[in-house]
């Protein structure tokens, strides 16, 4: 059996890490569809060579085990708004553990939570060693459409950068909404339920005004919804991750423009 793979409870936050990871990072909306994004396309966000630092949280408490989790999120290249990333996350079997509790999947039978992370580990390209359980890996490169006007990811149209998919626009307002089937038969709906009209969103010493757009998940063994939270000039500053269980994991990113 391919250790790299089936190490379980390393598989099981594993999901969660890829679907928090799916898109990093940036304000008039001239398109026509829900999935076109017009607007500039050479941002001082998406320079090459931008990381973006995370912070995870689960839970409402502090845990230690979370201490071992190194991250970095960086800019590959840039190509007409078209950004590639690579993620690089480092991590233990304790944190693995800590996330399994405090979200709930260790009630979640395993064969069910298997099959589910060789989907997640294909869908996105990533790869998992857990050859040092001191030292589990998971990298993953991805690309996202990102300017001026909003965000746009490509994981649901099986890497297709012809074929976008939005995750916000900052021009929507609270209840815009749209649904679609993405290329691997799931059903999700994105729908804005937030929009700040002031500047009430935290983000390490600063708050700022964003935007958040829910988008539900039909058939997924183990998530039910992700929040996604933006910023017209900062980008993907927050995202949260609810699980089946109704339990959430946060992610915090600070872009490097913030200043």
């Known amino acids: 059996m391919n250790n790299r793979l089936f190490f379980k409870p ?23 569809g829900p999935n076109d994004i017009g607007g500039d396309v050479v941002l001082e966000l998406t320079e090459p060579g931008n990381d973006f630092p995370i912070s995870l949280r689960v839970g409402d408490s502090y845990d230690p085990r979370f201490d071992s989790f190194k991250d970095s999120t960086f800019v590959l290249s840039r190509d007409n708004g078209i950004v590639t990333f690579r993620g690089r996350y480092t991590f233990d079997s304790a944190f693995v553990r800590a996330v399994d509790t405090i979200l709930g999947l260790h009630t979640i039978p395993d064969p069910i939570k298997r099959v589910a992370i060789d989907t997640y580990l294909s869908r996105y390209g990533a790869v998992l060693d857990t050859t040092d359980k001191k030292n589990i890996k998971l990298t993953v490169d991805f690309k996202a459409k990102i300017t001026s006007d909003g965000i746009a990811e490509f994981f649901s149209s ?35 339920i937030a929009k700040s009209t002031i500047d009430d969103f935290p983000v390490a010493f600063w708050n700022i005004k964003v935007i ?23 980008g993907l500053v927050g995202l949260n991750v609810v699980s089946k269980n109704n339990k959430t994991m946060k992610l915090t990113v600070f872009p490097p423009t913030l200043r």
């Open 10 to 32: 390393t598989g099981k936050v594993a999901s969660i890490l890829l679907l928090l990871l799916l898109i990093i990072v940036s304000c008039s909306d001239n398109a026509v």
């Open 158 to 192: 099986k890497g297709d950068v012809n074929r976008p998919r939005t995750v916000f626009k900052y021009a929507w307002n609270i209840g815009d909404s749209y649904s679609f089937k993405d290329d691997y038969g799931i059903e999700k709906t994105r729908k804005v």
């Open 212 to 234: 958040q757009v829910e988008e539900t998940i039909v058939d997924d063994p183990l998530i039910s919804s992700v929040k996604y939270i933006g910023n017209h000039k900062f």
